[in-house]
């Protein structure tokens, strides 16, 4: 009976041994793709996120884990990635690595689990103005939402995730009054908010089961990282610049092609990375070019400046704003207040500095060495000899014939030679004898005989 049961040991040794192996090997044909989340929030990090879910589908990658540290950033953009990870198909972990505050923790939420490294936040979501200062309470509701149906699709309390939006919720003992939650790791390995406490990825990737899958951690090409340079407000702020400065330097001096040629690459360098990026919509990079079209008839067709000129100054203006936020026709009802602040500030960056770059920079280029080389820097002094009149005094009393009607400028001639000349203001018919009175730069002043 003993020689039995050692017998049935070993054969379920060697069966444990042959399925630990086969696992093993099933593990090491694996591969995990790992992208980071270690920024603000914005239209770079969504596109970002985007890009390497596509590259984990294109790849046939088993797993993805998201590497998390962040304070935030915009509600929509972090709407666009948290729609993406609830949408992935394959498992997606989020390991926090110290931080996942606001828009931060909605993303994490998203996750189909969540592994904190002890030290770690995550929580701390409500929607805040550029100021600082809670944005008003319908952008909070549509928080509280987000937050409580992203918890409920994958199992989490709602509840505790919408406190951590709303400082006048108090459903737990953890939140202290007039504080929105914010959960440490032991405070959500306790809730059931976070499934492990780990000491980096490694520990991530022996919890999920993939410690022999292969790791690929997603960058950037480099055509996408510099769409993702174009797409940085400080940047798009020189180009606002460089736009209105080269406008303007054309209408100055037209037929020069340079300023219009800087103009034209900085407007497509700073609509292209919106546009992929599904910001910028058609008609609104249209209402830019509708406006440099209304600018150009009031400088070239239209006299003075008018309607034209303002309402092409509004198009071109608001074209700018728009491109740089996530509206649906004009609605902004779920466009962050502090992107719609930032946009702002671009417009006004760019402006002001173009202002600056036409008034300092024009003197500059004035005084420029190549200026000096194409330009004429002497002065004909009346010290020297020079003078701008072209007639000699000796005209005035001589009589002529008005070639031309005078009203009150036109032709006339004397002695055979033909002068410009303009009267005291009343009209000269063609063939009224006249006589010069008084002598102007290049023209004769004259009086009917």
């Known amino acids: 009976m003993k020689d039995i049961l050692k017998a049935c040991r070993k054969i379920l040794s060697l069966l444990l041994l042959c399925l630990s192996g086969l696992s093993i090997a099933q ?13 603000e929030i914005d239209p770079r990090m969504s596109r970002y996120v985007e890009l390497a879910l596509a590259e984990a589908s294109s790849r046939e990658a088993d797993a993805v884990i998201v590497d998390m540290d962040t304070y935030g950033g915009a ?45 770690s936040n995550i929580g701390a979501a409500t929607v805040v103005t550029g100021d600082g200062k809670a944005a008003p309470d319908k952008y909070q509701s549509y928080m509280r939402s987000m937050m409580r149906s992203t918890a409920e699709a994958n199992g989490r309390d709602p509840s505790l995730a919408e406190q951590m939006v709303d400082e006048n919720l108090r459903f737990d003992t953890l939140i202290k009054k007039g504080k929105v939650l914010t959960l440490t790791t032991s405070e959500a390995l306790e809730k059931g908010f976070c499934e492990g406490q780990v000491d980096g990825l490694e520990d991530v990737l022996l919890r999920t089961g993939f410690k022999e899958a292969s790791v690929f951690r997603y960058k950037l090409d480099w055509d996408d990282r510099i769409i993702a340079f174009f797409l940085n407000p400080f940047i798009s702020s020189i180009l606002v610049l460089i736009i209105i400065g080269g406008i303007y330097y054309e209408l100055q001096t037209p ?8 103009s034209v690459i900085a407007a497509v360098l700073y609509f292209t990375p919106y546009y992929l990026n599904g910001l910028a919509a058609n008609w609104e990079i249209l209402l830019f070019f509708i406006g440099l079209v209304l600018l150009g008839l009031e400088v070239f067709v239209i006299p003075g400046f008018g309607i034209a000129g303002i309402s092409g100054l509004v198009l071109c203006s608001a074209s700018l704003v728009l491109v740089m936020l996530n509206n649906n026709d004009f ?14 500030l671009v417009l006004c960056s760019g402006l002001f500095g173009g202002a600056l770059l036409l008034f300092f920079g024009g003197m ?51 002695e055979g030679e033909f002068y410009d000349a303009y009267s005291r203001g009343e009209y000269i018919e063609k063939g009224t004898q006249i006589e010069v009175i008084e002598m102007g730069s290049n023209s004769l002043k004259v009086k009917s005989v």
């Open 75 to 119: 509600v929509d953009d972090a709407d666009k990635i948290r729609t993406m990870l609830l949408e992935y198909e394959k498992p997606v972990f989020v390991y926090i690595n110290k931080n996942a505050a606001s828009a931060g923790a909605l993303i994490s939420i998203a996750c189909d689990s969540i592994y904190m490294e002890a030290g």
């Open 255 to 262: 037929g020069i092609g340079f300023p219009l040629a800087a």
């Open 27 to 39: 593990e090491k044909g694996k591969e995990v793709l790992v992208l980071e989340i270690r920024a």
């Open 364 to 414: 500059s280029l004035a005084n420029s060495p190549f200026m000096r080389k194409v330009s004429l820097q002497s002065t004909q002094a009346s010290g020297e000899g020079f003078t701008s009149n072209q007639l000699s005094s000796a005209m005035i009393g001589k009589r002529g014939i008005a070639e031309t009607g005078l009203r009150p400028s036109g032709k006339v001639s004397i």
């Open 331 to 344: 609605d902004f009802s779920f466009v962050d207040s502090g992107r719609v602040l930032t946009a702002l």
